[in-house]
């Protein structure tokens, strides 16, 4: 069977839980204010990591890539008691839009939002890791798979957004940066023994890989 994008997607938003009204707001005011909206994960993935955070109910979640601070919400709407989300930013730009958001919801108090360049913080954390989200620059995917996954608990879940970047990363005329980069990740990701994975279709391409 074979049908277009769009059918599939609006298919998809109308059986898809509808977002709370904090995102909602968020999604809004991101697409009216900022310069690329589209990176924002919107309904869908933002449900679909929801609900991946509620049947791990993580204490340490690492969010890599904060945007407005969208994706962070939905992550931490599995928390367990006491449990945080760690989400790395590098644009200060984005901060005091950031911080708006993240008070429009309770869950905004166990975000904390660390202005560093992820390559640089990443090091300092402690091994441990329930979940990390990875969505920040493409080229330093690889860096971020080989720096997180020795920080990732047993059982705990690495997920990646972006992995099809358009389709490009099957097209071998592709050879851009970020292309070549996102398919060292992918084949770092299936190559490793120590994580069971999955890729999915999901809006455009998510990693599941979950440590063994
Ligand atoms: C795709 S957006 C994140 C979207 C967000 N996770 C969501 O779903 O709403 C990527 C973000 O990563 C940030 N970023 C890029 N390189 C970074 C780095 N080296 N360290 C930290 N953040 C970075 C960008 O400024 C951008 O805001």
């Not at 898809?16 to 990176?39: A, F, K, S, W």
């Not at 989300?85 to 869950?107: A, D, F, G, Q, W």
């Not at 060292?184 to 279709?201: A, C, D, R, T």
């Not at 999901?202 to 990693?207: K, P, T, V």
């Amino acid at each position: 069977m074979e049908w277009n994008d769009q059918e599939l997607n609006r298919y998809l938003e109308e059986n898809c839980d509808p977002q709370p009204e904090h995102l909602l707001q968020i999604e809004r005011d991101t697409y009216l204010n900022t310069v690329l909206p589209r990176m924002l994960s919107g309904n869908n993935q933002g449900r679909f990591l929801s609900l991946l955070s509620k049947l791990i109910s993580p204490k340490r979640v690492l969010e890599i890539g904060t945007f407005t601070g969208y994706s962070a919400l939905c992550l931490a709407e599995g928390l367990a008691e006491g449990g945080k989300v760690i989400t790395l930013e590098n644009n200060p730009e984005l901060k005091t839009r950031v911080e708006k958001n993240l008070s429009l919801s309770p869950l905004g108090e166990r975000i904390e939002v660390v202005w560093e360049s992820a390559l640089d913080y990443i090091p300092t954390l402690e091994p441990g890791l329930d979940m990390v989200f990875i969505d920040a620059d493409k080229v330093n995917y690889p860096n971020y798979f080989k720096l997180c996954l020795p920080l990732l608990k047993q059982n705990g879940l690495m997920i990646a957004d972006n992995v099809l970047w358009s389709g490009k990363v099957m097209d071998p005329k592709e050879k851009d940066e970020d292309t070549r980069a996102l398919r060292e990740f992918n084949k770092l990701v299936s190559g490793e023994k120590s994580l069971q994975k999955i890729m999915l279709p999901l809006r455009d391409g998510i990693f599941l890989a979950l440590k063994k």
